[in-house]
């Protein structure tokens, strides 16, 4: 862990305990750029922390850049600072940069600077709405030239942020089921309710260990020798949103299926995120394809050797 | 996360070395071993393999030299372990040894204890066996009742053990007795003293259970007056559950937690080329044990650090085997005819032993109690 992580997971996790939170979710979601908060994180210089020292940045590596998404997603990613800073590893630039999927849709595309799309190159690009997400976060979509330059670096910061989001949703069912009482006791007394949450406790952990694993591998290989990693986290964070997000509402019940309470924000989150830049099929077609061209032989040496010496 | 750490850990700088010499050997080894042998991985106990494997060092790696051990690194341990599991070898015979009593005796042991049994534990000669489980005492072991009455010069064992895996082939049993009964039921955990039971001591009668796919896999052990001397007190005699007890992040922690069907995945993948729904399924199994194996050295790099990360061991263990104990159904669901000959012997029988995995060591809902009680639920 490099000092230099410390230090920015520092300032974003206290920008973020400061001036964001439901009331700010809930402007993203009616389409209201956080300008105040992007100033914010502007002012830090965090979007261009990836970017070498000459271009601005501070040559901020992958795995310590995930665990700035990781808490970004913990707060339910207000601002869209992991896609800029990892457009910007590709391509520094001033501004707002946004993260093309392949088929040319971007999140907060309409308040970009630039947009980094599939070729690998920034682009100047006319956003109109795109599909609704489960999340509202303001997809947009814009011809661009197509290609998959973004698709490892947009699954790794989706993964991060689906990590940290499936932290503060356990985290709130917890605290839920030691204050919300029925027959006289907290229902985290009840074993049908506590076993659920040491499973899903399970599915996080794993998911945690997925993603930091990940952004290892990309700090050591490059996106390119990280697709394994990569997809891995992709297709662990999903299977972990679908057993932590039902059990998460299962445990809130009638309270955590209103707008009033504030689980649905990073629920609606992660099924969103989980969509963005391959899904969990998508990925794990990937890797399982590449592991049967190298055949059951191969299959546990190479597992063995990604991280040997 | 709420108190658990999964920190990520490199492989040893050894590692490629010792895989390589560790494959050639399997590779080897492995040329006789049936489907069904594999299947079994570390409960089959082949005592001439386990020689073979003590005779290069690879049981005790982390142990002192002085009684024989190999003084490396955990996580070369590790790397020793994983390979071994990843084909299946039948390590039951110097599995146990390795992990629990070894360690044990060299923790709490006497000298003369570690003089006498930690070498022969080394060169694989010694097998041993863990007796807790009793008829009435399963998930709540600590109401154990099996009795260590204290005699002249030692103990007198009378009462039952079950589910003892491979007891009639080992030669000893890490025990865990009642030396004295509970004051009252719920101060059941003191008066719990382990003693080492030599299996070959008169009074003792040991009667083979056969398992659901046909294995004599384990046993019922019947104590009659059996006499255990002195010498062979583990630690403290009334201390006999915290000691237990501190053997459970060794016991739980392994890659045995997470490996036991890999055998089959990898034995099943070259004939599923033609099947449009393998490279999906194939994908999601290898992405899953790819984050058990991270999170399973993370933990092997806690011990390497002397901590004893119980909770954690917990939760990498249900997290695994959740996905050993699925692996089976989910192979034979990606064949719509019938399945090669060798892959199908290995998953009839491992879709039957997988029913165990989540339940020696600990049971599911124990482990998810454990969880709980880290993740805060009061
Ligand atoms: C293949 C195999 C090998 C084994 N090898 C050994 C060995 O070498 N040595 C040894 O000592 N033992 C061994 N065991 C025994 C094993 O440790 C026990 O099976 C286990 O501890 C559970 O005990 P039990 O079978 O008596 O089930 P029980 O404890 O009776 O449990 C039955 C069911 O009730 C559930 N349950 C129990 N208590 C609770 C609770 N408080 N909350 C929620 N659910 C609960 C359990 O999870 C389980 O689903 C082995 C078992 C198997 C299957």
Redesign the pocket.
């Known amino acids: 862990m490099s000092e230099m992580r410390d230090i920015l997971l520092e300032q974003v996790e206290r920008l973020l305990a400061d001036q964001s939170g439901p009331e700010t979710l809930r402007q993203v979601e009616a389409g209201v750029w956080p300008a105040a908060l992007w100033a914010e994180v502007e002012a830090l210089g965090l979007p261009l922390a990836m970017a070498s020292e000459e271009a601005g940045g501070v040559a901020l590596g992958w795995d310590d850049a995930v665990a700035v998404w990781v808490a970004l997603g913990r707060a339910g990613a207000p601002v869209p600072l992991a896609e800029s800073m990892a457009a910007a590893a590709f391509a520094p630039a001033a501004g707002f940069l946004a993260l093309a999927q392949p088929d040319g849709t971007a999140m907060w595309g309409r308040a970009a600077a630039q947009v980094l799309a599939g070729d690998g190159a920034l682009h100047a690009a006319g956003f109109t709405p795109g599909k609704a997400q489960p999340s509202n976060e303001p997809w947009d979509r814009a011809t661009l030239p197509g290609g998959e330059a973004t698709l490892l670096a947009g699954a790794l910061v989706n993964s991060a942020k689906m990590a940290g989001g499936l932290e503060a949703v356990l985290t709130l069912s917890v605290d839920y089921a030691n204050v919300r009482k029925q027959f006289g006791k907290p229902i985290g007394q009840f074993?049908a309710v506590s076993q659920q949450l040491s499973q899903a406790a399970g599915e996080v952990a794993a998911a945690g260990v997925a993603v930091a694993n990940a952004g290892r591998a990309v700090a050591r290989r490059g996106l390119g020798g990280a697709e394994f990693e990569i997809g891995a986290a992709k297709v662990i964070t999903g299977e972990a949103t679908a057993l932590v997000a039902a059990v998460a509402h299962q445990v809130h019940a009638a309270i955590g299926f209103t707008q009033d309470y504030h689980l649905h924000f990073t629920t609606r989150r992660l099924w969103a995120w989980r969509d963005a830049f391959g899904n969990e099929r998508f990925w794990a077609q990937r890797i399982g394809r590449a592991a049967l061209a190298r055949g059951g032989a191969n299959a546990w040496p190479d597992l063995a050797a990604r991280e040997d010496g | 996360m709420v108190g658990l750490r999964f920190d990520l850990r490199d492989t040893p700088p050894e590692a490629p070395a010792l895989r390589a010499e560790l494959r050639a050997f399997l590779a080897e080894a492995g040329r006789h071993w049936s489907p069904r042998v594999r299947a079994y991985s570390w409960?089959a106990f082949d005592r001439d393999f386990s020689r073979e494997v003590g005779k290069r060092g690879w049981i005790g790696m982390t142990w002192p030299a002085a009684y024989g051990g190999g003084e490396r690194s955990f996580l070369e341990r590790y790397v020793t372990l994983e390979e071994m599991l990843a084909v299946g070898a039948p390590v039951g015979a110097h599995w146990i040894g390795d992990r629990q009593s070894g360690p044990l005796i060299l923790r709490l042991g006497t000298e003369e204890q570690r003089r006498e049994f930690i070498p022969r534990i080394v060169s694989g000669e010694l097998a041993f066996?863990?007796?807790?489980?009793e008829p009435d005492?399963?998930?709540?072991?600590a109401s154990l009742r099996t009795r260590a009455e204290k005699v002249p010069g030692g103990y007198r064992l009378n009462g039952r053990?079950?589910?003892?895996?491979?007891?009639h082939r080992c030669d000893f049993a890490i025990t865990l007795l009642r030396t004295s009964p509970a004051p009252d039921p719920k101060l059941k955990h003191q008066g719990l003293t382990q003693l080492l039971v030599d299996l070959r001591a008169s009074g003792i009668e040991i009667r083979p259970i056969l398992?659901l796919a046909g294995e004599e896999?384990?046993n019922e052990i019947t104590f009659d007056n059996v006499f255990v001397p002195d010498s062979l007190l583990i630690g403290v005699e009334g201390k006999g559950w915290e000691q237990a007890t501190s053997e459970l992040a060794f016991e739980r922690s392994g890659p045995e937690r997470y490996l036991s069907s890999l055998p089959l995945l990898t034995a099943a993948m070259d004939s599923l080329h033609d099947e449009p729904a393998a490279p999906e399924a194939v994908g999601r199994m290898l992405a899953r044990a790819n984050t058990l194996r991270q999170m399973s050295l993370s933990v092997a790099g806690m011990l390497q650090d002397g901590e004893a990360p119980a909770r954690e061991a917990a939760l990498i263990k249900d997290v695994g085997n959740d996905f050993e104990q699925a692996l089976p159904d989910r192979i034979r669901a990606l064949y719509a005819g019938p399945m090669p000959d060798d892959v199908a012997e290995m998953q009839t029988t491992m879709n039957m032993v997988a029913?165990?995995y989540s339940?020696?060591?600990?049971?599911?809902?124990?482990l998810r109690?454990i969880i709980a009680r880290q993740l805060g639920l009061r």
């Open positions: 074993q | 409960m066996a863990i007796g807790l489980s005492s399963g998930s709540d072991l053990k079950v589910w003892t895996t491979n007891a398992d896999g384990f029913r165990s339940l020696r060591g600990g049971t599911r809902e124990i109690g």
